[in-house]
Structures are given as structure tokens and as C-alpha cells.
């Protein structure tokens, strides 16, 4: 199954405006995560919610997690040049034994803003 | 704030030859991983490792791919007889045990 589907793939603004980017997933999740790739660099974690959290807030981002519609939306208010990047959401399904975590991510937006 | 350090940043290899992929994990982490994404696809899940063994492994992660811990600080990623299709960037991460995950910058596979 395909895990993590972002849409848009590609989202271009104007800096000042708001960002909103939206992953849908297939199977049970614990926990949504979403992170951030500047081009050609590594993952840098973002935020994460929990599957009994609806909503969480982190300085300029805020993510939502609707778990009937398997779906969650992360939003980046009044964004800025340096923002320019890839966003990924993550999910896992919990422990596979111990505290490991299998991350299955989907295939990102990419972001632009404009100054 | 600490960071996961990868080496090299790039690797270029012949089809057939042995690579490592050397990792240094954020130094009171105890889980570690292995992702690699292929040029315009999504980040995949390789391995995890905790306590000296592979906790969890996908099924790219076939016999010509194997990990180490051989001390207490490096993580090692090792691709036997690499084929075309191995070439990717391929991430390390590591973690205490949450789900949140420190990730490297990355080594760019080529293989020729």
C-alpha cells in the first residue's frame, strides 16, 4: 500500500502568504510526524502528532490529524523565502518490539517561496 | 545541538564493488537507522538497530546489505556487490526510543 501521499507535489507562493500541505495514509497510525528537506541535505523533524491529538501548534506551524479520514494537513503561516523546501509526513505504526520506529514517508511537496 | 554526521558525503563506485556507509549517531542515542531515497522517490525504510542486533528490516534490505556497530560511536552501512539500482542517497538516523528522528545529511550513492 502507498503510505503517506502528499498533495500538492508542488505548492509555489508569495512570501507573507500562508502554506498548507496535506498527506492522506492508508493503514493505522500511532504517530504523524512531519519534516522538512532542503534540497540535497538531510531530514529535519518539524512537528508530530499523536493519533488521539487532533491538532498541535509549534511557532509558526500548526498540523491537524483527521484519523476517520486517515488524513492530516500541515500549515505554515506567513512563510518566508527560507522556508523553501520539501515537506514530508512520516508515519509509523508503533513499536515492532522495543522502541523502534519504521518510518514510512510519503513523496513530499515542495515548497517555494517567492520573496 | 547535536547532530548525526555522515561519511562520505558522496561515493562514487563500479557495479559489483563493496561500499560503507559510515554513520556517527548522536552520542546518547540507542536506536539507529538506515533510509535511502532514490533520486525523485520517497525516502524508504532499510534497517533498524538496537542493542548490537537489527531490530527491524525491509525487504530491499536483502543479503547484499548488512549493518555494524563495530564501536561505540560509528554505524556502519554495508552494500556487498553494488548494482545500478543502489544508487541513492542514503540517510542514517537515530533516536532515544521516540518516534522522532534525528536524521544525517546523507551519502549520494553512485554506482557506475
Known amino acids: 500500500s502507498q503510505q503517506g501521499e502528499e498533495d500538492p507535489q508542488a505548492l509555489s507562493i508569495q512570501e507573507g502568504e500562508n502554506a498548507t500541505m496535506n498527506c492522506s495514509y492508508k493503514?493505522?497510525?500511532?504517530?504523524l510526524q512531519w519534516y522538512r528537506q532542503n534540497s540535497g541535505r538531510g531530514l529535519v523533524h518539524l512537528i508530530l502528532i499523536r493519533s488521539n491529538e487532533r491538532e498541535k501548534h509549534s511557532g509558526r506551524l500548526r498540523v491537524t490529524l483527521d484519523t476517520s479520514k486517515k488524513s492530516s494537513s500541515l500549515l505554515i503561516t506567513a512563510s518566508r523565502a527560507a522556508d523553501t523546501a520539501s515537506y514530508f509526513c512520516?508515519?509509523?505504526?508503533?513499536?515492532?518490539?522495543?522502541?523502534?520506529?519504521?518510518?514510512?514517508f510519503g513523496k513530499g511537496t515542495l515548497l517555494t517561496v517567492n520573496p | 545541538e547535536p547532530e548525526v554526521t555522515q561519511t562520505p558525503s558522496h561515493q562514487v563506485t563500479q557495479m559489483g564493488q563493496e561500499v560503507i556507509l559510515r554513520c556517527v549517531p548522536i552520542?546518547?542515542?540507542?536506536?539507529f537507522y538506515w533510509y535511502r531515497q532514490i533520486l525523485g522517490q520517497k525516502v524508504e525504510f532499510l534497517v533498524s538497530f538496537y542493542n548490537n542486533e537489527i531490530s527491524e528490516k525491509s525487504e530491499i534490505f536483502d543479503d547484499q546489505f548488512s549493518v555494524e556497530r563495530p564501536d561505540g560511536s560509528n554505524f556502519t552501512l554495508k552494500i556487498r556487490s553494488t548494482k545500478l539500482e543502489d544508487s541513492a542517497m542514503y540517510f542514517c538516523?537515530?533516536?532515544?526510543?521516540?518516534?522522532?528522528?534525528?536524521f544525517g545529511p546523507g551519502t549520494r550513492l553512485t554506482v557506475t
Open positions: 552520542s546518547n542515542h540507542l536506536y
Open positions: 512520516a508515519t509509523d505504526g508503533g513499536n515492532s518490539g522495543g522502541s523502534n520506529y519504521k518510518l514510512t
Open positions: 493503514t493505522s497510525i500511532n504517530n
Open positions: 538516523a537515530s533516536s532515544v526510543g521516540t518516534p522522532k528522528q534525528y
